[in-house]
Nanobody, 120 residues
Framework: QVQVVESGGGLVQAGGSLRLSCAAS????????MGWSRQAPGKQRELVAT???????NYADSVKARFTISRDNAKNTAYLQMNSLKPEDTAVYYC??????????????WGQGTQVTVSS
């Protein structure tokens, strides 16, 4: 079994910063892409950023130049540095880890989410 655990959410004023962490653990052969998505109340979940095992990165247009995704492959951990936060960034942030098991099958695992609230 694989566990994905996020941490680092909280309450911050507009213009402030937060750093989210996402740690994957358990039975896995390798981790392919990792990513962050978010869901605000009454809205659909949207993809925020992804990073491949080789370091390829993509961002949603709404967070480009403000958010930075990174990963530490040795620690099976991904990070999301969020700067210049806006009230519209308020959401539950979810991490996903795309895992390959020992038989070569790929699975996507999600964390439980961490709340980010940006006050104006």
């Amino acid at each position: 079994q694989v566990q994905v655990v996020e941490s680092g959410g909280g309450l911050v004023q507009a213009g402030g910063s937060l750093r989210l962490s996402c740690a994957a653990s358990g039975s896995m052969f390798s981790i392919n892409a990792m990513g962050w998505s978010r869901q605000a109340p009454g809205k659909q979940r949207e993809l925020v950023a992804t990073i491949t095992a080789a370091g390829g990165i993509n961002y949603a247009d709404s967070v480009k130049a403000r958010f930075t995704i990174s990963r530490d492959n040795a620690k099976n951990t991904a990070y999301l540095q969020m700067n210049s936060l806006k009230p519209e960034d308020t959401a539950v942030y979810y991490c996903n880890a795309d895992i390959k098991d020992s038989k070569g099958y790929n699975y996507r695992y999600w964390g439980q989410g961490t709340q980010v609230t940006v006050s104006s």
